[in-house]
């Protein structure tokens, strides 16, 4: 990434980091993943990923307020964001096969650093069907209907940092 594009991208990633990356394991392999920063929300409670329940977290910074606007108003009028997750990606890092939790909506995405594949996946009989969508850096994509809640997203290790500021809603 050059100098220009790294000094665009660095008052969105501005944020106190407060967790080191880790490791992790599966029942198959060892894999890094990738470091979630910092979770933001305008409700009393946002996810806690690894207990897989709800827990408070800080209020959305007013430096996000421009962003979310601008989320909202490509979202439509069912986009109100009440989380916000700021996650980096190291290079040789990625997340597996997941969908995000059924107690949020839509599923807005904020790619910064390096592109990235951004890859679908849902069972089709005894197969999978397939589609990858390149997140090229400062894209935004959006997840609603089938996408956000029968198809798993993942993404592949990637060769350069990243970042990904998500923005999510609640379901109602």
């Known amino acids: 990434?050059?100098?220009?594009?790294?000094?665009?991208?660095?008052?969105?990633?501005?944020?106190?980091?407060?967790?080191?990356g880790h490791?992790?394991?599966?029942?198959?392999?060892?894999?890094?993943?990738?470091?979630?920063?910092?979770?933001?929300?305008i409700i009393p409670r946002s996810s806690h990923f690894a207990e897989r329940r709800?827990?408070?977290?800080?209020?959305?910074?007013e430096w996000l307020?421009?962003?979310?606007?601008?989320?909202?108003?490509?979202?439509?009028?069912?986009a109100k964001i009440k989380q916000v997750l700021c996650t980096e990606y190291d290079a040789g890092v990625g997340i597996g096969w997941h969908r995000d939790k059924p107690h949020f909506d839509q599923v807005f995405g904020l790619s910064l650093g390096s592109a990235c594949k951004f890859r679908f996946r849902r069972k089709s009989g005894e197969k999978w069907e397939r589609f990858t969508l390149g997140a090229e850096p400062r894209s935004l994509y959006v997840m609603t209907g089938e996408s956000r809640h029968v198809w798993e997203h993942s993404?592949?290790?990637?060769?350069?940092?990243?970042?990904?500021?998500t923005?999510?809603?609640?379901?109602?």
């Open 1 to 20: 990434m050059d100098r220009k594009k790294s000094a665009a991208a660095k008052p969105y990633v501005a944020v106190p980091w407060e967790q080191p």
């Open 155 to 165: 993404i592949p290790p990637v060769e350069e940092p990243r970042y990904s500021i």
């Open 65 to 78: 307020a421009p962003m979310i606007e601008k989320v909202e108003a490509y979202g439509g009028q069912a």
């Open 167 to 172: 923005f999510r809603s609640m379901a109602s």
């Open 23 to 41: 490791r992790t394991s599966s029942s198959r392999y060892l894999c890094r993943r990738p470091s979630v920063r910092q979770v933001f929300d």
């Open 54 to 61: 709800l827990q408070e977290a800080e209020q959305i910074p």
